[in-house]
């Protein structure tokens, strides 16, 4: 773990404010740094803008036009709000809180979708190539090979989020959005994604939004702890949780609230 | 305070019991003319159906009368009227199709805004307007400004008027039940808003949209009153979109003007009743076969 304390920032968040209605911020003022190759979890209770931040980072509140956002993002130094949307994209994946594999799609169309939804032209071979490093990625091959041509929608829930996993990490992105990504899933199928996040930061840096406070603990390097918009707190997951600095931490974290 | 229950129970039993029995009887009423219409047209119109009766256009007066007088079957068929519903109800499709689904698409997407309501109301109203009503705007628009005359085309444009708010409400109630997030996991992908709709909500509410296309086109199949005044009837087969043409409706109409013609009503009506019938069990197969949602 000690690799991930110098290692350097991915992404720059400068001065961010989010709000769903004029005036009203969800995300407020918040500055922070996400590192490579790294799990960073976001807590902090309901509605305190935990996923509003994180679906910032890949630019998908554009698609509600209501929504206003100031303040800079940078990805490796760039910022994202001059990127291409598809580009940005492409770099940061997502993974949402309930499996949503598309449902007109078999297990292989799923993993490939990125491509073949932005008719980027692949050779059979390549394709299957991505499909089965992306499947054995997120330890889902063996159990899926037999049937790669179901709906993916065939398959239990727990499968269905590594599913969900394998399709974001099929395009190879350099971070990786979480958001709750186990909440709709059983303790043993939420053990299997836990322990492929663990994996996965080898390769990806990982943001993982999360209500779980053990979940955090178990498996984030870093933590940041919002509350109402604000982040109050963020630094090394032993420090933040052994030794918080803020009292509103401490109550969060002692179960005084959330 | 006690109070007595027992001959309540009884009663309410009582009670309970009579009003089953009027439900089930209520039932019964409902489905028996269904199987009147149906067994009655089956039985009078049987005779007629034979392969002429898909090949040939229909007879004329002569025909049918010296047919009729000496206890044949009627010569000639409903061909004429199969063509002309096909070709009406395949340029109505064109048309209404991809409108309806755009406007549907619309709706959904744009859900709060102003404009969208304004179209949901207009389209709502749109729905009750009275068939014969577009007919005479079909007659005013089509037969006096662009064909000159009675002709398929200005059919078509009444009949898709009357498919429209058909499908953009099946449409948009079919997107409805799309999750949300199905529809955020193709933007994450970076996948461009055009074609999420035409590669991820389309095909996924396929069968939905397919139910919705399907009653349209099945309840524009019947419909009488505005072909009256547009398509007006004719003899003879026509494929010619700016000429007058029969409908398998219209011809019901003249056969039943006709006394000589009677068994034909009742063969043609039973033809357009099965027919319109499987198409409504078709889209009952499709809806539960490709559900994704």
Redesign the interface.
């Known amino acids: 773990m000690s690799d991930t304390l110098n290692s350097e920032p991915v992404i720059k968040i400068e001065n961010l404010f989010i709000a769903y209605e004029p005036g009203h911020y969800a995300v407020n003022d918040v500055s922070a740094v996400i590192k490579r190759n790294s799990i960073t979890a976001i807590m902090g209770p309901s509605g305190c803008g935990k996923s509003t931040l994180l679906r910032a980072l890949?630019r998908?509140h554009e698609?509600y036009p209501d929504i206003e956002t100031k303040g800079e993002i940078l990805l490796d130094g760039q910022s994202i709000f001059s990127m291409s949307?598809?580009?940005?994209?492409?770099k940061v994946?997502?993974v949402?809180?309930?499996p949503?594999?598309?449902?007109?799609m078999t297990i292989y169309e799923n993993v490939v979708?990125?491509f073949?939804?932005?008719?980027i032209r692949l050779k059979k071979s390549q394709r299957d190539e991505i499909v089965e490093n992306a499947l054995k990625s997120v330890t889902l091959w063996d159990e899926v090979k037999e049937f790669l041509y179901r709906?993916g929608?065939f398959l239990s829930g727990g499968q269905q989020q590594r599913l969900?996993v394998a399709?974001?990490i099929a395009?190879n992105p350099e971070v990786l959005l979480l958001d709750e990504p186990t909440s709709a899933l059983d303790p043993v199928a939420t053990s299997k994604i836990e322990d492929l996040l663990v994996e996965l930061k080898k390769q990806y840096t990982l943001v993982l939004v999360t209500h779980n406070m053990s979940q955090a603990a178990r498996i984030s390097d870093e933590s940041m702890f919002m509350y109402l918009g604000e982040l109050v707190e963020a630094g090394r997951t032993e420090t933040l949780f052994t030794n918080p600095k803020d009292k509103r931490t401490e109550a969060y974290l002692t179960g005084k609230f959330g | 305070m006690q109070i007595e229950l027992k001959d309540n129970i009884k009663r309410r039993n009582r009670t309970n019991g009579r009003f089953r029995y009027l439900i089930i009887a209520g039932a019964a009423v409902t489905v028996i003319p269904i199987f009147l219409i149906v067994g009655n047209l089956a039985l009078k119109g049987y005779r007629q159906i034979n392969i002429a009766f898909f090949t040939e256009p229909a007879p004329d007066t002569f025909q049918a009368m010296t047919a009729a007088s000496s206890g044949e079957i009627i010569p000639g068929g409903i061909a004429n009227g199969l063509t002309g519903s096909l070709l009406m109800v395949l340029a109505a499709s064109l048309l209404a199709i991809p409108l309806g689904l755009m406007t549907g698409i619309y709706l959904y997407e744009n859900r709060e805004k102003r404009y969208a309501g304004i179209i949901r109301s207009l389209t709502e109203i749109l729905q009750g307007v009275p068939s014969i009503i577009l007919g005479i705007i079909a007659y005013i628009w089509v037969v006096k400004n662009i064909t000159r005359g009675y002709s398929a085309l200005a059919g078509s444009v009444a009949l898709t008027i009357m498919m429209l708010p058909l499908i953009i409400r099946s449409t948009e109630e079919t997107m409805l039940m799309i999750p949300t997030t199905i529809r955020e996991a193709a933007f994450a992908l970076g996948v461009p808003y055009y074609k999420m709709i035409y590669k991820i909500l389309i095909p996924v509410s396929f069968s939905g949209l397919a139910t919705g296309v399907l009653l349209a086109l099945s309840r524009i199949l019947g419909e009488t009153a505005p072909l009256m005044l547009t398509a007006l009837g004719s003899p003879s087969i026509s494929f010619d979109i700016t000429k007058p043409v029969s409908a398998v409706p219209l011809l019901i109409w003249d056969f039943y003007n006709d006394p000589n013609m009677v068994n034909l009503v009742w063969s043609a009506s039973l033809f357009l009743m099965v027919f319109v019938l499987s198409m409504n069990l078709l889209s009952r197969r499709i809806a539960s076969k490709r559900k994704y949602i």
């Open positions: 890949n998908l698609l949307v598809i580009d940005l994209r492409r994946g997502m949402f809180q309930r949503n594999p598309f449902p007109n979708a990125g073949s939804l932005n008719d709906k929608t969900c399709r974001a395009f």
